[in-house]
């Protein structure tokens, strides 16, 4: 999953920011995050097309405290470490 990191402070954000909120700097860097620590789970059931009717959307927290959230079939508890991947419907994660 990419995330973009602040140039000055290594703050990351999911998003790209205009400014680092905390640090001022304009300049931000892509970058691949393929780990995390869940923050929290929610399990969800009967879920839209083009979703499984059965999994959890899970809060992460990547290591420069960026916070996202992905999808995971299997059972995920805060503070569980995650590989974070993409596939055509967004974010998704596995316990490693
Ligand atoms: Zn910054």
Redesign the pocket.
């Known amino acids: 999953m990419e995330l973009y990191r602040?140039?000055?402070?290594?703050?990351e954000y999911v998003f790209r920011r205009a400014v680092?909120?905390?640090?001022?700097?304009k300049g931000f860097d892509s970058v691949e995050v393929k780990s995390a620590v869940a923050l929290d789970s929610v399990h969800l059931i009967a879920t839209p097309e083009p979703f499984p009717d059965d999994y959890r959307v899970v809060m992460f927290q990547s290591g420069n405290g960026a916070r996202g959230f992905c999808r995971t079939t299997s059972d995920v508890k805060r503070g569980d470490r995650l590989r974070i991947g993409m596939d055509e419907n967004g974010p998704v994660c596995e316990p490693e």
């Open positions: 602040c140039s000055k402070c290594s703050s680092c909120p905390k640090c001022g700097s």
